[in-house]
């Protein structure tokens, strides 16, 4: 998975509780993108890094914030759980962030929300 | 409103024969169009890129078409093999910003 791990992989928490996830590369790659995967949905853009301490929103940033203090963490945070947001998160990485750009993908976090 | 519409269905084809997956776009104008592949349980792999301005692409036994007058493209797997099973998904970017947008990916399997 090109030097790119998320932590936790899996996790059950109840509505209303605060979720951090992590995503953390070995690439040195300028930028960092956190999706959530749905059925009939596809992968969707939830909010992206162009470097440390440089966000972006994506298309469903709605109840989400990121943090990116290092170039190699990228932090994805649910402030109050809702079930809504009940799905698996994929953190993505590449160098130029251009569409010419390949992305690369980690793992996955399976979110369950109670 | 913006749509990336691929094959509905199930996609399932004999062992040795051509698969072909559909990628049709609605209110985009994606100066780059790429392929991935999913297995269950694990992200998307990257395949192919194709620009705007590229027809056809290929790598070794996968071919990619981009029709930007149909809205199109078409993403084929010659002399298919069981491992070839998997779902595949296209993703769209635009010549401005830095986000892709991906379709919800099409679900071969291939039969022995």
């Known amino acids: 998975d090109a030097g790119i791990t998320q932590s936790p992989r899996h996790k059950v928490t109840e509505t209303g509780t605060p979720v951090t996830l992590r995503c953390h590369q070995t690439e040195n790659h300028r930028y960092m993108y956190w999706y959530r995967q749905d059925p009939g949905h596809g992968l969707r853009l939830i909010h992206y890094s162009y470097g440390v301490k440089d966000t972006d929103k994506g298309e469903v940033s709605d109840g989400y914030s990121v943090s990116r203090s290092k170039t190699e963490d990228f932090l994805l945070t649910l402030e109050s759980a809702t079930s809504s947001q009940t799905s698996v998160y994929f953190c993505?990485?590449?160098?130029?962030?251009?569409?010419?750009?390949?992305?690369?993908f980690g793992p996955g976090t399976r979110l369950t929300v109670l | 409103s913006q749509k990336i519409e691929q094959n509905s269905e199930a996609l399932n084809i004999q062992e040795g024969k051509t698969a072909t997956l559909t990628c049709n776009y609605t209110n985009y104008s994606p100066a780059y169009l790429q392929w991935y592949r999913q297995d269950p349980g694990r992200g998307p792999v990257f395949l192919l890129l194709i620009r705007e301005n590229e027809k056809e692409k290929r790598k070794e036994r996968l071919k990619v078409t981009f029709d930007t007058t149909l809205k199109q493209s078409l993403f084929h797997i010659t002399a298919s093999q069981p491992a070839d099973s998997a779902t595949y998904l296209c993703?769209?970017?635009?010549?401005?910003?830095?986000?892709?947008?991906f379709g919800t990916g099409t679900s071969l399997t291939v039969i022995p």
């Open positions: 993505a990485i590449s160098d130029l962030g251009a569409g010419a750009d390949t992305q690369y």
């Open positions: 993703a769209l970017a635009q010549n401005t910003g830095n986000q892709f947008y």
